[in-house]
């Protein structure tokens, strides 16, 4: 069974930091995606970040350059690490998983099969 637990979320001022982390177990696939998505009280979730088997990264256009997805594959945990934060930033993050049959695999916005339960980000000005 995968399980996906984050953790690091919190209260942060406008331009602060925060690494959220992403402890992953029960993966069966060797390669996958595994990325952030987030949301806000009566709107949809949105794709924030991915990485892929191979290392490659992706991110929403809003926070490139900003956010950084990394990984601990002894720990099997991923990262996202957050800087220069906006209030518009304040939201539910959720890790969320998916096997792929390849390391190269494009990881994008949809096909998530595993979610975790969440961790508030709250930036405050």
């Known amino acids: 069974q995968v399980q996906l637990v984050e953790s690091g979320g919190g209260l942060v001022q406008v331009g602060g930091s925060v690494r959220l982390a992403c402890a992953a177990s029960?993966?069966?696939?060797?390669?996958?995606?595994v990325g952030w998505f987030r949301q806000v009280p009566g709107q949809e979730r949105e794709w924030v970040s991915a990485?892929?088997?191979?290392?490659?990264?992706y991110y929403r256009d809003s926070v490139r350059g900003r956010f950084t997805i990394s990984r601990d594959s002894d720990k099997k945990t991923v990262y996202l690490s957050m800087n220069n934060l906006k209030p518009e930033d304040t939201a539910v993050y959720y890790c969320?998983?998916?096997?792929?049959?390849?390391?190269?695999?494009?990881?994008?916005?949809?096909?998530?099969?595993?979610w975790g339960q969440g961790t508030q980000v709250t930036v405050s000005s």
């Open positions: 029960g993966f069966t696939s060797y390669h996958y995606c």
């Open positions: 969320v998983g998916r096997p792929t049959v390849s390391m190269r695999t494009t990881c994008g916005s949809s096909g998530y099969r595993y």
């Open positions: 990485i892929n088997s191979a290392g490659t990264t």
